[in-house]
Every structure is written in structure tokens, then in C-alpha cells.
């Protein structure tokens, strides 16, 4: 019988704690996301996570320790040679990446691939160099729309992303594009971790607006995880948000797509609210995409309040035989030089209504850890290859 009825696994994107001793080889020199982000905000309020045990963890300079925290907490390090998306959530799930995937942040995509998608697509491509997002958009949305363009382009992930108009491209015909370039950079040479269909609205620079309709197509994990074994074991895998992308649905049982953070947790508490055994597995994209990669520490800051409230909310529903991990995939050091995350521990808190202890425990060195011990608790193996340990017996 499992000691925890269902586990909620709730990945704050990219909220590191601080770098890892290898982080300079990254080229990330004193980088930490959640202090800097602490520094930057007037008036950092995190009720909740500072209960459960954040600032315990992780010394902050607004926020104080509880004497009595709720929660057990630890620092997790990656051991996978990456500081990615895929690397970190495969990681919990069991995965130990050690080739990283190819960027091409510095030289755009080869001539020989943008002339192959060229070929297949259609239309000729603008853009082909590492860019927001946000201002590809305004320095040529206009063309693409008015030329019947595609703008392609990438960022200091391993990602090749393709913008659309979804009234004048359509989302069918995005998507159908972003298919043939995933099939063309499944090629060792152009392997990249994900290829983004970008939607976007509007007419003329000033009015471009990128929707919610965005869509992952990454590559599937190299291995089995601890998804599998759950799934082929009769249990409930529930994904809220981008986690079904990033697994290409390999183990899950059931997919919400989310569109935005904030809905992402009031989905997760609607899923607690209601009855499944297994696990519920969570991506918060926002901290990430809106605010790390923008460089914008306050607007970071402020998106961890609001996910503070929501947090609150998720612990009232909660049952006594439930479990939450609340954790990071990376760092993205939005006080940090460039746009590139940053490598970094991330936290582990854990909390459960059923606990009588609380505190910190031991340093891990693998976000794996995490897998370990949800197998462990449901009672299922840990897939062949698999890295981690599991924590369970600690979680009392």
C-alpha cells in the first residue's frame, strides 16, 4: 500500500537557489535566481513558501526563517551535463543526460537546414539568429505577414522555434511546419531538444501579441522513466502544463494544457479536488518564459507571489494522504548577463498534512531523487539505467 495516496510534483520553472560548483563551466559565475530576485523586490511576500520552509532552505534577504517549519527541505544538484528543460525534468524521472544538446545560439541553423525547410515549407525563412521572442515579432512580424515569409529563429536553449500568424498563417499550417522540422533535426547533426510552434495576433509592429496556442515538440527521452513504470503499473499520471511536451506523452495518462502559471496551479487544484491515484505532474512555465528570459527580476518576483496565493489555496484542498514536491528544472538568473538559463541548484520542499516531523535534509546530487521516491512510495521499480535514490523513509 502506498504511504502517499496521490503526489503532486510542482516545478516552479527555472527558480534555482543558487550555482552548482561546476556552473562556471557553464559560464555562469555567481548566479542565483531567488536571491537576486529577492534583492530586487521592494516587498517579497511568500507566506507560504516561507512556512513550509523556503527560507530556511535558502537565506534570503527579505525573508525570514520559521522557527517551526511545515515542510522538509533539501538542495538538489543536476548531474546531467545540461541546464535545459528536458534535461532537468528527465532527470526527475529517472534520465542521466551526459551528451547535451546542440545550440545554435551564436551561428543561427545551417544553410543546409534552413534551404531543406525552405524546400518543404514553402516559403522562404527570415530570421535564422537567436532573438526574444517578443522582438522577433516586432522586427519582422510585418514582413512575414505581408510576404507570406516564415520566421525562424532560436535562443541560448536547444530549441528551433517558427512563428505564425494565427489569422493569416492559421495554427493548423504553424504546426504542420514545426512537424517537418522536427523530422529534419532529428538528424545528429541539427539535433535539437524542441522545436516551438510560436503563434501570434495582430497586424503591424505595436500590436503583435503571442497566444497561449503555443505547442512543444521535443524529442522523446532517450530512456524509460519513472512515468512508464507508474502508467504500466495501472496508475493515474496526470501532466498540467508543458510536462506532456516535454515526455512527447510518454507515460501519461492524462494532459492539461495550461495558459498561463496562474491557471496552471488553479488546474492543479481543481485535480485535487477530485479523485485519482498516482501522480500529478506540474510545469510553471511563466517564471521561465515571461520573466527569466526577459531579464526581469521584479516581474519574476511578483509572479512567485501570485503563485504564493495560489499555493495557499492548493494546500487548504489538500488531503492527509497526500504529497507535494515543490522543486526547479534549472536557474534563469534574471539579473544575469545575456538570456541563457543558468546553472544552478534548485529546492526541494516537501510537505504532506500527514507529517509529524519537518526540516532540512541531505544534499542530493541528483534532481532523480525525486522519481526515486515516488517509485519507492507507489511501490513500483525504477526503470533500467535509471539514476536516483529514493527519500521516502525520511518523509514521516
Not at 537557489?17 to 555562469?28: H, L, R, Y
Not at 522538509?72 to 532537468?88: F, H, L, P
Not at 527570415?126 to 521572442?133: M, P, T
Not at 512510495?377 to 539514476?387: Q, Y
Amino acid at each position: 500500500m502506498a504511504k502517499f495516496n496521490r503526489v503532486f510534483v510542482i516545478v516552479l520553472d527555472s527558480m534555482g537557489i543558487g550555482a552548482m560548483p561546476d556552473s562556471e563551466k557553464f559560464g555562469d559565475v555567481g548566479v542565483d535566481t531567488l536571491g537576486h530576485i529577492c534583492d530586487a523586490v521592494e516587498h517579497f511576500q511568500i507566506p507560504n513558501l516561507r512556512k513550509l520552509g523556503l527560507a530556511n532552505l535558502k537565506k534570503l534577504s527579505k525573508v525570514a526563517p520559521v522557527e517551526h517549519p511545515l515542510g522538509y527541505y533539501m538542495e538538489v544538484s543536476e548531474a546531467s551535463n545540461g541546464k535545459d528543460t528536458m534535461t532537468g525534468h528527465w532527470e526527475m524521472m529517472g534520465i542521466h543526460t551526459t551528451k547535451p544538446f546542440i545550440t545554435f545560439t551564436e551561428t543561427g541553423f545551417p544553410k543546409e537546414l534552413i534551404e531543406e525547410l525552405e524546400k518543404r515549407c514553402g516559403r522562404e525563412i527570415i530570421g535564422n539568429k537567436s532573438a526574444s521572442g517578443t522582438a522577433i515579432l516586432e522586427e519582422l512580424g510585418e514582413q512575414e505577414i505581408n510576404e507570406g515569409k516564415l520566421i525562424v529563429y532560436t535562443s541560448a536553449d536547444s530549441v528551433l522555434q517558427i512563428c505564425g500568424n494565427e489569422e493569416t498563417m492559421g495554427l493548423d499550417t504553424l504546426y504542420h511546419y514545426c512537424e517537418i522540422a522536427r523530422e529534419l533535426t532529428l538528424k545528429d547533426e541539427w539535433r535539437v531538444g524542441r522545436v516551438i510552434a510560436r503563434p501570434y495576433v495582430g497586424k503591424k509592429k505595436g500590436e503583435f501579441k503571442r497566444t497561449s496556442n503555443r505547442h512543444d515538440y521535443a524529442l522523446k527521452p532517450t530512456g524509460r522513466t519513472v512515468l512508464n513504470e507508474l502508467k504500466d503499473a495501472g496508475y493515474d499520471v496526470i501532466s498540467v502544463g508543458k510536462i506532456n511536451d516535454i515526455f512527447v506523452g510518454e507515460g501519461i495518462t492524462k494532459s492539461n494544457h495550461s495558459d498561463s502559471s496562474v491557471h496552471g496551479m488553479e488546474q492543479t487544484i481543481d485535480i485535487a479536488k477530485g479523485d485519482f491515484e498516482g501522480l500529478c505532474f506540474t510545469n510553471l512555465v511563466d517564471f521561465d518564459a515571461l520573466w527569466g528570459h526577459r531579464r526581469n527580476p521584479v516581474g519574476y518576483g511578483e509572479e512567485i507571489e501570485k503563485f504564493d496565493v495560489k499555493l495557499g489555496e492548493f494546500l487548504g484542498v489538500m488531503r492527509e494522504d497526500d504529497l507535494v514536491i515543490l522543486t526547479a528544472d534549472h536557474g534563469n538568473d534574471p539579473t544575469y548577463t545575456g538570456t541563457d538559463h543558468t546553472r544552478e541548484k534548485v529546492p526541494f520542499v516537501a510537505y504532506s498534512p500527514s507529517f509529524t516531523g519537518s526540516g532540512e535534509l541531505p544534499k542530493q546530487d541528483t534532481f532523480a531523487v525525486i522519481g526515486a521516491t515516488i517509485a519507492d512510495n507507489f511501490n513500483v521499480k525504477m526503470p533500467e539505467h535509471a539514476i536516483g535514490t529514493s527519500i521516502l523513509s525520511m518523509l514521516k
